[in-house]
């Protein structure tokens, strides 16, 4: 069977378990993808899978980014760090990030 091209691939399908409000990250095995919209319990939606988003971060020293660096999702705290030890990748950061603040700006990497 030939593979047979689908979709450019910026968002994928994905039917949460549980209301799903937009701008959720949601973690499928090594996949990182956002919710842009509400999603409702068992209807069919779509996750970003690409895109450039801000994502919620740790302040406090040695909590900052520089641009190029790689952000991971810890998902047991809900925030980006640079720890890839037990966190998914979400992608590269593009916007400095400073330790006092609260997000940080990456393009989703898959």
Sequence with gaps: MATTFVHEG????????????AGTVVVQGDLVGV???????????ALAVQGVFDFPKATGAGTGFTVGAL?????TNGVAT???SGN????KVVRDAADA???????LMQ
């Design 101 to 107: 603040d609260a997000s940080v700006r990456a393009r």
């Design 35 to 45: 919710t842009r919209v509400d999603l409702k319990a068992g209807q069919l939606g």
């Design 71 to 75: 952000a991971y999702w810890d998902a």
């Design 10 to 21: 910026a968002a994928i399908d994905f039917t949460p378990g549980a209301d799903t409000p």
């Design 88 to 91: 998914k990748l979400i992608g």
């Design 82 to 84: 640079k720890t890839a």
